[in-house]
């Protein structure tokens, strides 16, 4: 990833989404807990509950969608 200079992925199961892999997914997940990066399966660490907008979705409906899932941003 910093390779890449990439801070998060999407992890697709075929064509569907499964989640993201973040920076902080490594950082906390699997640095902090002293697992293997190079043998963990990206499955295990990643984080799955993921809330999801369309393009055609407004701001104020995006934004809800945030607050309920309990999303806090400044």
């Given at each position: 990833?910093?390779?890449h ?52 979705m407004?701001?104020e ?14």
């Open positions: 990833m910093a390779d200079n990439v801070g998060i992925v999407i992890v697709l199961d075929r064509d569907r989404l499964a989640g993201i892999f973040s920076e902080r997914d490594v950082v906390r997940r699997v640095l902090h807990r002293g697992l293997d990066p190079e043998t963990l399966p990206v499955g295990e660490v990643m984080t799955a509950d993921i809330v999801t907008a369309d393009a055609e407004d701001y409906s995006a934004m809800s969608a945030m607050d309920e899932a309990g999303i806090i941003f400044w």
